[in-house]
């Protein structure tokens, strides 16, 4: 098996990207996931995920992004994935990759173990489940390349929570929740324990939609926790349709990993697991349809755009009713709090942002893909996680597309967390970081970048259509060296920098901007006398092949 | 029901019904101003009591119905 090429962690950063048009549902996908690269290559038609970067971007100079894919193939038994297995992984370097096989792969019969009697919320279970301290939390434990199965899932995480419908057992499972301070993993940070509360308090029949659409482009840790934990989100799922009073989840994901998901759902029902209707629906794929009404838009209406909606989707959502949206990442920790406590949960990471998180590594480092951190891990060490820069770094791109540009050198010591970042004006979002090679310019990247956001407009509102595109072009006009006038630029992103959209489309687009003329600065006034920093190829942080024209 | 004093209470434009038609701004342009593209701006904050009744004229004018006043 050449393992290189089914190493999921870089899976969604290695992607082709998929049709623009949103399908529904998709097209299986499993072949993508398969050994043989060439046979996916081949009967999908468009390169499926994985490994062959220029084909993907057409253009060589993406190949920085995906960097040496033959090295990590030439030495498999090495780890050259991951230096320092055991370090990362706090196991024991001679768990490799496949941590005991059998157990993992052997045992499928879910309805051995899902018999078993349930913990009450909240009560610390040490017999099932990874040390508190210990990673990854989520993801498997070293190398897979299928998604666990529900046998292998009960086995190590314990029996799902035993779930209380009585009013008594929610408040008790949400104070937890507050306890361990969990809040969204899908970017804005928003406290469960706050959503959850708000939901159940509607008073009437509730939903929930677990978000796994990612449209965010060089974000795979959605993707790779559906492809590889199922059901540890869709106890997530369930633990929070109970709390919130729903009889039905709807997960949306990404459709990629749609198929897998819907047969997880399949061995939970053979199981009879979940008393509630669960449902996968595969995620329309755009930029803008993973923002919360958006995707409440997509599943009742087949319309991925965001919707200006009088009411909060927790009192009106989905088909009218209390709607809770939640991350499938934060789905997933929420599950493992079901099942262990805020103690556990409380760990890792820091005081005030407790927990693990997946993020995406991207751009100039030596293993781009997914893993899993400890929250306040010092952004050297998250980029330590992919073997280390490739090259000299300049800048860092945190937070994804809507993030903000930081200067390498000035992030390395602080803490990855949102606290941490702060003092750069930085967020972690989604667990998003891409790294900028000193010898890229970043000024072009940005203009593509933005380029690319501009594209992705719902086109429902007129800052949003008109002022992007101006954004972008001024972008791309200083990019160039065709202009050096940065007072339109400034203008424009004076009205353009809050509440003009239906959505934050454009706010996160314009703060991204903002932060890169702050970064770039020294690139400015090069570009204004003619002069271009960078010698690498533009292409260095990717943006969809069918962005660039 | 409390007689609303207008105290507290915000403009709101519903960006994706907005079509750019400007009339918001001509009634009170005080507090909207129109960005480069013609779409309005609303200047942050209440509603200050002297201008309730020009606001609620903004409102009753927008033919897209885009804007609102809350409380």
């Known amino acids: 098996m050449n393992w290189a090429t089914t190493d999921q962690h870089s899976l969604g950063l290695a992607q082709d990207w998929p049709n623009r048009e949103p399908r529904r549902p998709g097209r299986p996908v499993r072949g993508a996931w398969a050994t043989e690269p060439g046979q996916w290559q081949g009967d999908t038609g468009r390169g499926g995920w994985a490994s062959e970067p220029d084909q993907r971007h057409g253009e060589p100079a993406a190949g920085g992004w995906a960097s040496e894919p033959d090295q990590r193939r030439g030495e498999p038994a090495a780890g050259g994935w991951a230096s320092e297995p055991d370090q990362r992984r706090g196991q024991p370097a001679a768990g490799g990759w496949a941590t005991e096989p059998d157990q993992r792969h052997g045992d499928q019969s879910p309805g051995r173990r899902a018999g078993r009697p349930g913990r009450r919320p909240g009560t610390a279970d040490h017999g099932h489940g990874r040390p508190a301290d210990r990673l990854p939390r989520l993801l498997p434990d070293g190398f897979t390349d299928e998604p666990t199965g529900l046998g292998q899932h009960l086995a190590e995480h314990g029996p799902i929570p035993a779930l209380g419908g009585h009013q008594r057992w929610r408040d008790e499972l949400i104070a937890e929740v507050e306890l361990a301070r969990l809040a969204g993993r899908g970017g804005a940070g928003f406290p469960t324990a706050r959503k959850l509360a708000a939901v159940a308090s509607a008073g009437r029949r509730a939903i929930v939609v677990a978000n796994g659409t990612e449209g965010e482009p060089i974000s795979a840790k959605d993707k790779v926790l559906l492809a590889q934990a199922p059901h540890l989100v869709l106890d997530g799922a369930v633990v929070a349709a109970a709390l919130v009073g729903a009889n039905e989840a709807v997960i949306v994901a990404h459709p990629a990993v749609s198929d897998i998901v819907a047969a997880a759902v399949a061995e939970r029902r053979r199981a009879r697991l979940d008393r509630i209707r669960l449902r996968v629906v595969p995620a329309a794929d755009q930029f803008v349809g993973g923002e919360a009404s958006a995707v409440v838009n997509w599943i009742e209406r087949g319309v991925p755009k965001p919707i200006a909606t009088p009411q909060r989707l927790s009192v009106r959502g989905l088909y009218g009713r209390p709607t809770l949206v939640q991350n499938v990442e934060t789905l997933a920790h929420l599950a493992l709090i079901a099942r262990h406590g805020a103690d556990w949960f409380r760990a890792v990471g820091t005081a005030s942002e407790p927990g693990s998180m997946l993020v995406t590594l991207a751009g100039a480092v030596r293993y781009p893909g997914v893993y899993e951190i400890a929250i306040g891990t010092s952004v050297a060490d998250v980029l330590g996680q992919a073997g280390g820069p490739s090259g000299p770094l300049s800048a860092l791109l945190i937070g994804g597309y809507f993030g903000t540009w930081v200067d390498s050198a000035a992030a390395a010591t602080l803490p990855f967390s949102t606290e941490g970042l702060r003092a750069l004006g930085a967020h972690v979002g989604a667990g998003l970081v891409a790294a900028l090679p000193a010898d890229a310019c970043g000024l072009v990247e940005t203009a593509r970048v933005t380029r690319y956001l501009a594209g992705e407009s719902a086109g429902q509102c007129g800052p949003c259509v008109f002022g992007l595109d101006a954004v972008a072009g001024q972008l791309e006009r200083l990019a160039d060296g065709r202009g050096d006038d940065l007072r339109l630029l400034n203008r424009w992103i004076g009205q353009l920098r809050s509440g003009r959209g239906g959505c934050k489309h454009p706010d996160g687009t314009i703060g991204m901007v903002r932060s890169a003329l702050t970064v770039f600065n020294a690139e400015l006034d090069l570009h204004a006398q003619g002069w271009c920093c960078g010698t690498a190829e533009a292409g260095v942080i990717p943006v969809p092949a069918w962005s660039q024209s | ?71």
Not at chain 2, 43 to 60: N, S, Y
């Open chain 2, 1 to 71: 029901m409390t007689a609303r004093t207008g105290h507290g209470t915000r403009l709101r434009v519903n960006m994706i019904a907005c079509d750019g038609r400007g009339l918001c701004a001509e009634v009170l342009p005080e507090l909207i101003t129109l960005d480069d593209w013609g779409f309005p701006i609303i200047a942050e904050g209440a509603v200050p009591p002297e201008l309730q009744g020009q606001a609620g004229e903004a409102v009753r004018l927008c033919p897209k119905l885009a804007l609102r006043l809350e409380r």
